[in-house]
Each structure stands twice: as structure tokens, then as C-alpha cells.
T-cell receptor
Framework: EDQVTQSPEALRLQEGESSSLNCSYT??????LFWYRQDPGKGPEFLFT???AGEEKEKERLKATLTKKESFLHITAPKPEDSATYLC??????????FGKGTLLTVNP | DTAVSQTPKYLVTQMGNDKSIKCEQN?????MYWYKQDSKKFLKIMFS???????INETVPNRFSPKSPDKAHLNLHINSLELGDSAVYFC???????????????FGPGTRLTVL
């Protein structure tokens, strides 16, 4: 069974304080690793897809990286508007998207 | 706007009632999904349809029945509602890509179901 573990569960940062979120996974036949952002009361919003080890994607202050066992979401100089829950998910050969429990990020001004 | 939409946004009902949640996507995707997000915010897949055909059916009580009248719509009907069914239900859609890869899933805004 595919599994995704995210750490930490919650992270508080000061504005401008860079950090990383971790997503460890086990999957049979990786068909994609996905990062989503979820704001309170809303549906998950797509951020990145990574398909193979060594791949990196960037968007504004966010950068996602992938190894064979984990993915990192690096946040550089975060702003309060980056506060949200960040979800990691993997899709394996069974076509299911398995989510982690998320990291709740709070960025204080 | 192109999007995944769900109705209703909120649904409050009594135990034992039957209710439906509707989902529509105008992204032209072939695959649609229903997810349940519990009180601990854990998002778990329930069903998936590809071109109106059921392809994923997780361990979900028989009281839950998805219906896909066409590939742009996927509805969720729930019979004999129980307290434990209270959660937020999300609809999503995606498009398969070449080489066995899968495109990202786009999620609807969610339906918060409260069973009293």
C-alpha cells in the first residue's frame, strides 16, 4: 500500500525565515508526486508535479525537489500570505492519489 | 471560468436521511474523483470514474453510491446518513498524460456535510 508521511505537522516561521517541508513516501511504480496548498474552507490548489528523482520545480518563493524516497518543499523568504496547509500526494501504478496529513505553515509578520 | 464546481457548499441534515452532492467540471477532463476529508484534515479517496466508468472504489459503505451521467458530471448519493459521515467532501478531476503519467487533479471547493 502506498504511504505518505509529512513532517513537521505544524511549522511557525517569521516573515523572511526560510525553511523546508518534508514528504517521505513509499509507492509502487511512481506516476507522480504532487504538492498542493490548502487554505481554510477551500479545496486543495495544485502547486507542483514531480515525476523522477532529481527533478526540481519552482514557483515564486516555493521550490520542490524529489529523491527516490522523499520530496522537499523549500520556502524562501516566506510572507504571511504563504500561510496554509501544504499537502503532499503520490500516485502509483494503482492510479490512486494517496495524500499525507499535511503541514500547517504559519508565517508571522 | 473553467473549474470544478460542487453543490451545495453546506449540507446539514438529520441522521437517517438520504442526500446528494453534485459535481461538474468544465475542464474537459476524462477522470473525476470523490474524496472525504475528515475532522483531522486527512484527505482520502473514495471513488474515481474515467469516461463514466468506475475505476477506483475504496472501502466505502454501500450507503455511498457515485453516479456519472456523463464525463463532466459525478454525483455522490448517500443513503441513511450517519453521524460519522460528517466531513468535507471534495470532487476533483484530472487528465491522463502520455507515458503513463497523470496530470494534476483539480479540486472543487468542497461540500461540508453535517449530520445531526
Amino acid at each position: 500500500e502506498d504511504q505518505v508521511t509529512q513532517s513537521p505537522e505544524a511549522l511557525r516561521l517569521q516573515e523572511g525565515e526560510s525553511s523546508s517541508l518534508n514528504c517521505s513516501y513509499t509507492v509502487s511504480g511512481l506516476r507522480g508526486l504532487f504538492w498542493y496548498r490548502q487554505d481554510p474552507g477551500k479545496g486543495p490548489e495544485f502547486l507542483f508535479t514531480l515525476y523522477s528523482a532529481g527533478e526540481e520545480k519552482e514557483k515564486e518563493r516555493l521550490k520542490a525537489t524529489l529523491t527516490k524516497k522523499e520530496s522537499f518543499l523549500h520556502i524562501t523568504a516566506p510572507k504571511p500570505e504563504d500561510s496554509a496547509t501544504y499537502l503532499c500526494a503520490v500516485r502509483g501504478s494503482n492510479y490512486k492519489l494517496t495524500f499525507g496529513k499535511g503541514t500547517l505553515l504559519t508565517v508571522n509578520p | 471560468d473553467t473549474a470544478v464546481s460542487q453543490t451545495p457548499k453546506y449540507l446539514v441534515t438529520q441522521m437517517g436521511n438520504d442526500k446528494s452532492i453534485k459535481c461538474e467540471q468544465n475542464l474537459g477532463h476524462d477522470t473525476m474523483y470523490w474524496y472525504k476529508q475528515d475532522s483531522k484534515k486527512f484527505l482520502k479517496i473514495m471513488f474515481s470514474y474515467n469516461n463514466k466508468e468506475l475505476i477506483i472504489n475504496e472501502t466505502v459503505p454501500n450507503r455511498f453510491s457515485p453516479k456519472s451521467p456523463d464525463k463532466a458530471h459525478l454525483n455522490l448519493h448517500i443513503n441513511s446518513l450517519e453521524l460519522g459521515d460528517s466531513a468535507v467532501y471534495f470532487c476533483a478531476s484530472s487528465q491522463p498524460l502520455a507515458s503513463g503519467r497523470t496530470g494534476e487533479q483539480f479540486f472543487g471547493p468542497g461540500t461540508r456535510l453535517t449530520v445531526l
